[in-house]
């Protein structure tokens, strides 16, 4: 068993849990899913384009991919040269039933543009970085993130 990321962002994912409930599950791969931190909202219409209902991405159900992994070593009988690992690789793995999202609602930030830097050089700054989890306890942890969490809405709104 192997852990991969290719995540260009910051969790504070407990990974010892992680780890022990993949090993409980027997499954060849699995993922972190997140909720998506952007700033859009998800609008719902009839198919006149009457809006039925209109709310911020990050509190819908939707979830995405957050980068991070575990895979065993049989993850590579799923491969082939030249594969998008989510593209193929994983269409195979779901067709076996051997691919896992494990759902985190923890602390997970992008750092994709300029303004996501930002937020998480302030974060860091003011000592409150939530992805620090080797100074902070779970309970400091969640408060940093409700925290990170408003400031960012904040400068958003």
Same mark, same amino acid.
């Given at each position: 068993m192997f852990l991969a990321n290719y995540s260009d962002g910051l969790i504070d994912l407990p990974l010892p849990d992680l780890i022990g409930g993949f090993e409980k599950q027997k499954k060849t791969a699995s993922f972190i899913s997140v909720r998506p931190s952007l700033s859009y909202h998800v609008v719902s219409a009839d198919p006149d384009g009457t809006v039925q209902e209109i709310r911020e991405i990050s509190r819908s159900s939707m979830r995405i991919? @957050?980068?991070?992994? *575990?895979? %065993?070593?049989? *993850?590579?009988?799923?491969?082939? !040269?030249?594969?998008?690992?989510? $593209? $193929?690789?994983?269409?195979?793995? *779901?067709? $076996?039933?051997?691919? &896992? +999202?494990?759902?985190?609602?923890?602390?997970? +930030?992008?750092?994709? =543009?300029? /303004?996501?830097? $930002?937020?998480? !050089? !302030?974060?860091?700054?003011? @000592? /409150? #970085?939530?992805?620090? &989890?080797?100074? =902070?306890?779970?309970?400091?942890?969640?408060?940093?993130? +409700?925290? #990170?969490?408003?400031? %960012?809405?904040e400068k958003i709104l």
């Amino acid at each position: 068993m192997f852990l991969a990321n290719y995540s260009d962002g910051l969790i504070d994912l407990p990974l010892p849990d992680l780890i022990g409930g993949f090993e409980k599950q027997k499954k060849t791969a699995s993922f972190i899913s997140v909720r998506p931190s952007l700033s859009y909202h998800v609008v719902s219409a009839d198919p006149d384009g009457t809006v039925q209902e209109i709310r911020e991405i990050s509190r819908s159900s939707m979830r995405i991919n @957050g980068g991070y992994f *575990i895979f %065993r070593k049989e *993850i590579f009988q799923y491969m082939r !040269d030249g594969e998008e690992l989510v $593209q $193929q690789p994983f269409q195979r793995l *779901i067709e $076996q039933k051997q691919l &896992v +999202a494990h759902p985190y609602d923890g602390f997970f +930030a992008s750092m994709d =543009t300029f /303004k996501d830097k $930002q937020v998480l !050089d !302030d974060l860091y700054n003011s @000592g /409150k #970085a939530p992805w620090e &989890v080797w100074k =902070t306890d779970r309970e400091s942890s969640a408060r940093a993130v +409700a925290v #990170a969490v408003q400031s %960012r809405s904040e400068k958003i709104l």
